[in-house]
């Protein structure tokens, strides 16, 4: 069976197909057929495989976004969201310290941003303000 | 059709997403022209005094409606130019103290102090955007109140 004329046909229409990643198995098969270290029945075996690897669909675009490029794509975007909410989280006025006994909080009215400080001492009117 | 191998479409895809993550993160936090840091201290009274912000009604409204004063005097006024990373302050009066200095090249935000005689009343940053005052509440002073108003000029 591995020498004959159908099998070596069948490899002649292999080795001149475009090349793929299917060639060293279809180097091995040859190299298989050629020494005739294998029993018939193994060779029967490989050539099923072989004819079983060709029927499958090259991967199309849709099924490489699926299987890779989906979960990468996907935890880009996560830290995309991630860097952008961590940049525009600081907002335009920052109070980082205040001084003993005071206290300060931010809000915006009508376009301006205030800072509301609270725990000043009183000045009284004897001290010249210039 | 030729595929680029997985793994490099999947660098691809990752850096671009990143490429495009950091430039939009940049744009949050480009430099903007230079700009000149206007301080001025108010004094808000309701007694007969004459106010000085008939000219900036919005402002005025502004501070009525948070603090309900009805006059508001200016007390004094100074500018400063943060052009460099030299902390550069800002008098209006000499109570009080306003020191801004810039934080790095690439960004317009400003670290600013502002101190009560010479004593740190606030630490913090901020980013001057022209039409956006800072209004911080001062101490109680006679029968008012004052305020200091930071505003960004564009050069």
Known sequence: MKNSKSFQKELDSLEAAPASALQDLRRDLRSLAQTQNRSDQHQAWAWTRLREELKKEEPSFFSLWKMRLLPVTGLAALFLVTGVLFYTSKSDLNIDSTGPELFANTFKSNGADVVWVTGYHYIPSSYPLK | ?155
């Open chain 2, 1 to 155: 059709m030729v595929y680029l191998p997985i793994k490099w479409s999947s660098w691809l895809a990752l850096s671009l997403l990143a490429w495009l993550g950091l430039s939009f993160a940049h744009a949050q936090d480009v430099p903007l022209a230079p700009r000149e840091i206007v301080v001025t201290l108010y004094f808000a009274q309701n007694g007969a005094a004459r106010d000085e912000l008939g000219d900036n009604l919005k402002l005025r409204d502004n501070l009525v409606k948070l603090f309900g004063y009805q006059t508001y005097q200016k007390i004094g006024t100074a500018m400063v130019y943060p052009h460099s990373f030299s902390p550069v302050t800002a008098w209006p009066n000499k109570l009080f103290s306003l020191t801004v200095q810039a934080v790095n090249p690439a960004s317009p935000r400003y670290d600013f102090e502002l101190s009560q005689e010479e004593k740190p009343v606030l630490k913090g940053s901020f980013i001057p955007k022209p039409n956006t005052p800072i209004i911080i509440k001062g101490p109680l002073y006679d029968q008012g109140l004052l305020i200091l108003v930071v505003n960004a000029v564009k050069l």
